[in-house]
């Protein structure tokens, strides 16, 4: 082997279409390849839902930025400023349901909203110290600055939310899904799938009742496929994209 043979690390010498910093993009969004065939293209017309971990929602923001779509099914009401909007999570995501880590939560979400999944769970107190009168929706614990003033308040809410959930996933013309983590906190009584631990941002850590899962990748796989087949049985035209995994939809 000569010195020539000898790389410093299995990257040195590659083309820079491998390396994502070396995209022209960057500089110009118009100048984007995506290497590989791609089996469509979005139009600035269409909608674009977007959900999943935290890199969905600057996706969204950017997606805006320059000109597309970025279909927003739960507004805030026209008279609220906009920073009081963005604080109370308005326009963040699509809709208002914070961080979707795992494929899990997102079929859960799904089932959620067209009523095929009722929780034993509703709420959590959200601290200790309120003596139970603010709560705080297990499944989206961090949605709402000091949490909902009662339990009406937050039936209240979520039945809005849902139906802005169920107005995007049926408007949409394209959905962005973002998989983030593979963990989350699974509730023994029913199989309910918290995106924080109980205890975390409201609600008691019982662990006999709710326990740590990491979600191998054939779990993960089958509750994504479920979740596109539930998608697209109510928006068969609807064209999607993932995040972090591969393959086509």
Not at 24 to 30: H, M
Not at 68 to 78: G, M, N, R, S, V
Not at 87 to 104: I, L, M, P, Q
Not at 147 to 170: I, K, P, T, Y
Request: charged share 20%; with cysteine.
């Amino acid at each position: 082997m000569t010195h020539e043979d000898i790389r410093r690390h299995p990257y040195q010498g590659l083309p820079d279409r491998q390396f994502w910093s070396q995209d022209p993009a960057l500089a110009d969004f118009t100048q984007f390849d995506p290497v590989s065939f791609v089996p469509f293209k979005i139009s600035r017309s269409e909608r674009i839902v977007t959900a999943g971990s935290r890199f969905a929602q600057h996706l969204g923001r950017h997606l805006s930025e320059v000109g597309y779509q970025h279909f927003i099914a739960e507004p805030a009401h026209p008279i609220v400023p906009s920073d009081i909007a963005a604080r109370f999570n308005y326009g963040v995501y699509s809709c208002r349901y914070g961080n979707v880590y795992t494929a899990r939560q997102l079929l859960q979400l799904l089932h959620r909203a067209y009523g095929v999944f009722v929780p034993i769970v509703e709420s959590w107190p959200r601290g200790l110290r309120n003596n139970g009168r603010r709560v705080v929706d297990p499944f989206r614990p961090q949605i709402q600055p000091e949490g909902f003033v009662s339990a009406a308040e937050l039936d209240a809410d979520r039945a809005s939310h849902f139906r802005s959930v169920r107005r995007a996933v049926e408007e949409m013309d394209i959905f962005v899904f973002t998989l983030g983590l593979t963990e989350a906190w699974l509730d023994n009584q029913d199989g309910a799938v918290y995106p924080l631990a109980p205890g975390v941002s409201g609600g008691v850590y019982l662990p006999e009742i709710v326990q740590f899962r990491n979600f191998d990748e054939v779990e993960t796989t089958q509750v994504l496929l479920a979740a596109l087949r539930f998608i697209r049985a109510r928006n068969p035209r609807v064209k999607i994209i993932f995040d972090r995994l591969s393959g086509t939809a």
